[in-house]
C-alpha cells in the first residue's frame, strides 16, 4: 500500500512538473523580433527612477542629466504605463550595432555644472537608494554580481545612482560601461538579446577629453582602470560637494558587444531566472497538502457525519413525527430568513465575484503570455479593463442573490453594487495621488488619466453592472428548500470558539498558509520593483486557494448551524475573509523587516495601497466562502424531509 501511495506522488508530481513546462512554453514576448544591420543605430532609452526607500518614481530628466541634440521625445504609452510611472525618452547615448566604443561623452562640453540645488537634489536621490531603468530594443538594463557563497551570477534591475562611501562623501556614477549581447541570424542581420550595465564614478579631472568643443566630443579613459587589481581601488570617484554651487560633472559611457548563441524568444530568461523556481515548488506542495488535509476532514468529519445525520432525521420522521429534532436540522424554519443590511451584502458579493473572474482571467491570460512583462504595463491595463468588463456578471449573481432574500429595492443595491467597492478604490487613490502630485513624482497619475478612469469606471462598469443586475433580478431566485418561520427563533449561547473574531482567525490561517510565499513574491514585485512572472505558479495557486477557503467555509458554517446559530449569512462572508487579516499583519511585517522605507508620504503610500489590497482580498475570499457555505446550505436542506 505504501508502495501504491509513493507512486501515485511520484505520478502527480510529473504530471505537475509537466504542467508547469507546457505554461512555461506559452511564454512568448507579445511583440515582434527587430532586425538590425550592422552599425545601425540602438535607441537607448530612459524609463524612469525608481527606490524602495521612497515609492516614487521619477521621470530620468528630473536629474540635471546630459540631454540629447534633438528635442526630447517621450514614447506614447498605455494606461498600465502611466500608472506605473514610467516616462519613456530618449537619450544622448549613441549606440550602433556590434560597434564598441571605449569611452564618448554625453554631454557636448564634455562635462556639466549643477548649481546648488541640482547638487541637492543629486545627494538627495542617491541617498535614498534611486535605480535608473533605461531600455535597449524594449529590453530593460540589468546590472550583475556574483554571489561569493554560490558563485552565481545574479541581476537587479537598473543600475544605482551613486553611493555613500565609508567616509561619508556622496558618489554618482557618472561612467557607464554598457555589455550588449547579440544574436546573428543566417541573413548577417542582428537582433540584441542582451542587455546589461556596470556603473562605474570616475573624477571629471581624471578624463582625457578629445576633439573639439563645437561637436560632441569622444574620452580617453585613466590609464588606471587598465591595470591590474580590484577597479574600484584604482580610480578617483566623482564625489558631490553639499552646498557648492559649482559641481563639475562629466558624463561617460562605453559600450562592448558580443555575440551570443541565445536567441531573441529566450533573451528574457536572465530576468526571469532572478529566483529559484524550486521555492515556489515548495509553496506547490505545500498548498497541495493543505487542499488534502482539509479534503480529508470534509470526508470524515463532515460527509460521514453529515449523511448519519440525514439518515437518522429521515428515519426519525417516518417512525414518530413527535420526536424532538436536534442539531442543525433545528434551525430549518429560520436558517434562510433574510439577513440584515441585505443590500450592503449583496454589492460586496457582487463585487466578490467581478474580482474572482477578473483575476482568473488576469493570471490565465498572463500565463499563456499575453500579458507578459515584455509588453510593459499591458497587465495592469488588461486588469481593468476586465474589471471593467465583467461588471455585467457582478451586478447579474448580486442581483439573484438580492431577489433571494426578498430584497424590493433593487436599483438603490444595483448602485450600491456598482460604486461602493470600485469608488473605495478611486476614491482612496484619487487622495494618494495629491500628495504624489506635492512630491512631484511620475507616478502621480495626469489629470487627464484620471478622467479616462473615471470615464472607464462610469462609462463601462457602472452602465454593463445596471444591465446585469436588470437580468438578474428577472431570473428565478435560487431554490430555497424549507420554509421559513414567521417567528424568528432566539440563538441559545455560543462556545467561545464560536465567536465571529475567533472564527474569523482560525479560518484564515490555512488558506493565508496556501498562498504566503506567492504572496511574498508578488509583494517583492510591487514595492521593490522586480519582475514577477511564474504566473503557471500563481494560477495553480489561485485554485488552491479558491478551493481551500471553500472547503474551510463549509466546516465553519456545519459547525455553527450545529450549535443551533442560524445567522450565518454575513457570518460566513466575514469568516471566510480572514485571510485578509493575516496579509495585513504580512504587509506590516514586510514594512518592518523586509524593506527600508522612510518618510511620512511613502509610508503612507505603502500603507494606503497595501489597505486596498487587503480589501479587495476580504472581498474576493469572504464571497468564495459565502457562496460555498449557500451551496452546502441548500443542499443538506434539501436531502432531509421536513413538513
Known amino acids: 500500500m505504501d508502495c501504491y501511495k509513493k507512486r501515485m506522488v511520484y505520478i502527480v508530481a510529473l504530471m505537475l512538473s509537466a504542467f508547469i513546462q507546457t505554461l512555461s512554453a506559452f511564454y512568448v514576448p507579445g511583440v515582434a523580433p527587430y532586425d538590425y544591420v550592422y552599425k545601425e543605430s540602438v535607441q537607448l532609452k530612459a524609463v524612469k527612477m525608481t527606490s524602495s526607500k521612497t515609492q516614487l518614481p521619477y521621470e530620468y530628466y528630473s536629474l540635471a ?41 554625453c554631454c557636448k562640453d564634455g562635462k556639466i555644472t549643477i548649481d546648488q540645488a541640482e547638487t541637492n537634489l543629486f545627494i538627495s536621490r542617491i541617498k535614498s537608494d534611486y535605480y535608473v531603468h533605461m531600455i535597449a530594443d524594449n529590453l530593460p538594463v540589468a546590472t550583475s554580481f556574483r554571489i561569493l557563497e554560490s558563485e552565481r551570477s545574479e541581476y537587479e534591475m537598473g543600475y544605482k545612482l551613486g553611493y555613500v562611501g565609508d567616509d561619508e562623501k556622496v558618489y554618482i556614477n557618472n561612467h557607464l560601461e554598457f555589455f550588449l549581447s547579440y544574436h546573428k541570424l543566417d541573413d548577417g542581420k542582428y537582433r540584441v538579446v542582451g542587455f546589461e550595465v556596470y556603473p562605474l564614478s570616475i573624477h571629471v579631472s581624471k578624463y582625457d577629453f578629445l576633439g573639439s568643443i563645437s561637436s560632441q566630443p569622444s574620452c580617453k579613459r585613466p590609464a588606471s582602470m587598465l591595470e591590474e587589481g580590484p577597479l574600484l581601488t584604482r580610480v578617483t570617484p566623482q564625489d558631490i560637494i553639499p552646498g557648492s554651487t559649482r559641481n563639475e560633472i562629466s558624463f561617460t559611457y562605453s559600450v562592448k558587444w558580443k555575440e551570443s548563441d541565445i536567441r531573441w524568444a529566450s533573451r528574457w530568461d536572465v530576468y526571469m531566472s532572478m529566483t529559484d523556481p524550486q521555492i515556489h515548488w515548495f509553496n506547490i506542495i505545500n498548498a497541495i497538502i493543505i487542499v488534502l488535509l482539509m479534503s480529508g476532514i470534509l470526508a470524515v468529519i463532515i460527509v460521514r457525519t453529515l449523511r ?28 434562510f430568513r433574510p439577513p440584515y ?54 451586478g447579474y449573481h448580486s442581483a439573484r442573490f438580492y431577489r433571494t432574500v426578498r430584497g424590493v429595492q433593487w436599483k438603490s443595491a444595483a448602485f450600491y453594487t456598482a460604486l461602493m467597492y470600485p469608488g473605495i478604490l478611486f476614491g482612496t487613490g484619487f487622495i494618494l495621488n495629491f500628495f504624489i502630485w506635492g512630491k512631484h513624482s511620475s507616478g502621480a497619475v495626469p489629470f487627464t488619466t484620471m478622467l479616462g478612469l473615471l470615464a472607464i469606471w462610469q462609462g463601462i462598469s457602472v452602465p454593463l453592472t445596471m444591465m446585469g443586475y436588470y437580468f438578474g433580478f428577472r431570473k428565478q431566485p435560487y431554490h430555497i428548500p424549507v420554509r421559513t418561520n414567521q417567528i424568528p427563533r432566539q440563538v441559545p449561547e455560543q462556545p467561545w470558539h464560536t465567536n465571529t473574531i ?93 524593506i527600508d522605507i522612510s518618510g511620512f508620504i511613502p509610508t503612507l503610500l505603502y500603507f494606503g495601497y497595501s489597505t486596498l489590497m487587503c480589501v479587495t482580498f476580504f472581498i474576493l475570499t469572504g464571497s468564495i466562502g459565502f457562496y460555498a457555505s449557500f451551496w452546502f446550505i441548500r443542499k443538506i436542506y434539501a436531502a432531509v424531509k421536513i413538513d
Open 65 to 105: 542629466f546630459c540631454k540629447p541634440d534633438s528635442e526630447l521625445e517621450y514614447k506614447s504609452q498605455n494606461l498600465g504605463e502611466i500608472l506605473r510611472g514610467d516616462r519613456i525618452v530618449n537619450t544622448p547615448f549613441k549606440v550602433e550595432m556590434a560597434v564598441d566604443v571605449d569611452c564618448a561623452v
Open 308 to 335: 448519519r445525520d440525514i439518515a437518522k432525521y429521515n428515519e426519525q420522521e417516518e417512525m414518530d413525527e413527535t420526536l424532538e429534532e436536534t442539531g442543525w436540522k433545528l434551525v430549518h424554519g429560520d436558517v
Open 341 to 394: 443590511r441585505s443590500r450592503l451584502l449583496a454589492a460586496f458579493l457582487g463585487s466578490g465575484i467581478q474580482v474572482l473572474i477578473m483575476a482568473g482571467l488576469v493570471i490565465a491570460a498572463a500565463m499563456l503570455g499575453m500579458l507578459s512583462p515584455v509588453s510593459r504595463g499591458s497587465l495592469m491595463t488588461g486588469a481593468i479593463f476586465l474589471f471593467a468588463m465583467v461588471g455585467s456578471i457582478a
Open 502 to 594: 475567533v472564527s474569523l482567525l482560525l479560518c484564515g490561517i490555512l488558506p493565508f498558509g496556501a498562498v504566503f510565499l506567492e504572496l511574498s513574491f508578488m509583494f517583492s514585485s510591487i514595492w521593490k520593483n522586480q519582475f514577477y512572472y511564474l504566473y503557471g505558479f500563481l494560477f495553480l495557486i489561485y485554485i488552491i486557494l479558491i478551493v481551500t477557503v471553500a472547503q474551510i467555509a463549509i466546516i465553519a458554517v456545519y459547525f455553527q448551524l450545529c450549535n443551533e446559530n442560524h445567522r450565518w449569512w454575513w457570518r460566513s462572508f466575514i469568516t471566510s475573509g480572514g485571510p485578509a487579516f493575516y496579509l495585513f499583519l504580512y504587509s506590516v511585517f514586510y514594512y518592518t523587516y523586509r
